[in-house]
């Protein structure tokens, strides 16, 4: 049970937009409209940003960048803003000590927009002297923060048309398919791990990937063509077991060719190596 809270946790936020209900309050003998809406409450990446210590003077605090240049907080917000002050920025900072040893790690994140994409979350550790060294960037995980400081990273967003639409998913006839898509990281000593997995989870990938190996096969007749989702489910899968099991290609790969032995499988395996690798250039774990 303790693998599928964390899925929650990660689970991708949807926006949902509520119709105004109208109610007539008179005034005067005049109707006036008044909105009435549901408000969502916020999630654990939202809250942590919201509630924690901010930098007052960000023209005074450097960045040491991942290219080894140097550049003031204030102009990397800036260059997050794409250079307009005036235009809308979906970003935020936060101070906290992430590993517990005294020192208090820089966090920025930011939305970048478009469609299903995308957040970026930057860590940078103290040097003194209000200079920061960058660390690590997580990218389109909707990678949720939680109290504890632990940081569960999906793989929705990177796999969402993986043979199939974003917002397809897979529907489990038989009640035992155990839903699998993140993994938790946490910062330890200037590193982000991934906190490995154990004999439970590879029972439940084994098992899951069992389940979906053995439905009828659906063809694809085309490049772009769609399923309703199974193979995506497959691939959310064998991602967790690839980063939650030492990163290693070969020993994923046996486990696929394990379970699934329809026709694509070469096709199916050239695409998901493809969108590990560039997984891997867009994040820092």
């Given at each position: 049970m303790g693998y599928i809270k964390k899925i929650t946790a990660g689970c991708i936020s949807f926006l949902f937009w509520i119709h105004p209900v109208f109610s007539q309050v008179e005034t005067d003998t005049v109707f006036y409209p008044r909105d009435s809406v549901i408000e969502?409450?916020?999630d654990p990446t939202t809250i942590f940003f919201q509630e924690g210590e901010k930098i007052k003077t960000p023209d005074k605090v450097r960045l040491r960048l991942k290219n080894k240049k140097q550049?003031?907080?204030a102009a990397f917000f800036k260059e997050l803003?794409?250079?307009d002050p005036d235009s809308p920025q979906f970003m935020d900072h936060v101070l906290s000590d992430l590993d517990n040893d005294g020192k208090k790690e820089l966090l920025i994140w930011?939305?970048?927009?478009?469609a299903h994409c995308c957040d970026e979350i930057w860590l940078f550790r103290p040097l003194g002297n209000s200079l920061y060294q960058y660390t690590h960037k997580l990218f389109a995980g909707n990678t949720q923060i939680t109290a504890g400081k632990e940081f569960v990273y999906n793989f929705h967003e990177q796999l969402g048309y993986f043979?199939?639409?974003f917002a397809c998913g897979y529907e489990d006839s038989t009640g035992r398919l155990v839903p699998l898509a993140a993994v938790s990281?946490?910062?330890q000593q200037g590193k982000l791990l991934v906190q490995p997995g154990d004999t439970a989870l590879k029972k439940i990938i084994n098992a899951n990937l069992s389940l979906l190996g053995s439905r009828p096969f659906q063809a694809l007749d085309e490049e772009w063509s769609?399923?309703?989702g199974w193979r995506k489910e497959i691939?959310?899968?064998l991602a967790v077991f690839y980063y939650s099991f030492g990163r290693n290609l070969s020993a994923t790969r046996q486990l696929f060719l394990k379970h699934y032995r329809h026709p694509d499988a070469v096709r199916f395996w050239d695409r998901f190596r493809e969108q590990i690798r560039y997984i891997r250039t867009q994040n820092d774990f």
């Open positions: 969502l409450p916020p550049q003031t907080l803003g794409y250079g930011n939305y970048t927009g478009g043979f199939t639409c990281l946490r910062y769609q399923d309703d691939a959310l899968n």
